[in-house]
């Protein structure tokens, strides 16, 4: 599958994995997923056909790793990012000791005042490595990397969790927790 349908077919099954599955007539499971048999014939009756081969490439090409099948890989799941109610039945986690969250500069001022939220999804979203937070701030335009304290967080008793594809979730983070890294200095 060359890489135009790869991003077509990720982008259809987020929308519908993660936001609107009613739209395709689905009902998410406990922990978000969905028979694999079902999606199909579902993507096929809306006129998006996608073959179960398109699929697992999906599931294994996706950079982001946002989907996974289950063991028996007759169901897949969003790993996370859902705006919909969805248990993704994860098991609260120990965290590392500094985790990152990727901005863009027009939403500093706001963080700096109220920290982290999770808006119209379900957790915050933070990552272990600073390549991958600057990656999630350039989309929405100038990078701003912001430093989690997560021991302190963990130690106040907040509750983490990591997706199936590393990424780890919050409820929220306080502005106490955050500071606010200078990229143009890590040169």
């Given at each position: ?25 689905l009902k ?15 993507c ?12 697992e490439?999906v599931?294994?090409?996706?950079d982001?790793?946002?989907f ?10 969003a ?9 993704l039945q ?35 979203h ?25 021991v302190?967080m ?12 590393g ?10 927790y ?10």
């Open positions: 599958m060359n890489s135009h349908r790869l991003v077509k077919v990720s982008k259809y099954l987020s929308k519908h994995l993660r936001h609107q599955p009613e739209r395709l007539g998410l499971a406990p922990g978000g997923w969905v028979n694999i048999n079902e999606l199909l014939a579902a096929q009756q809306h006129q998006f056909p996608i073959t179960r081969a398109e699929l490439e599931v294994i090409k996706n982001k790793q946002r996974s099948f289950d063991q028996t890989k007759t169901q897949i799941r790993n996370q990012g859902h705006s919909i109610d969805v248990d994860l098991e609260p986690q120990i965290p590392p000791d500094i985790l990152y969250h990727g901005t863009g500069e027009g939403t500093v001022e706001a963080i700096l005042q109220l920290g982290l939220l999770k808006m119209s999804r379900h957790h915050v933070l990552s272990t490595d600073i390549a991958t937070a600057k990656a999630v701030g350039m989309r929405k335009g100038h990078p701003v990397i912001f430093q989690v304290n997560t302190k963990y130690q106040d008793g907040y509750t983490f969790y990591c997706s199936d594809n990424v780890w979730l919050v409820e929220q983070v306080p502005p106490e955050l500071t606010r890294l200078n990229l143009d200095s890590k040169k």
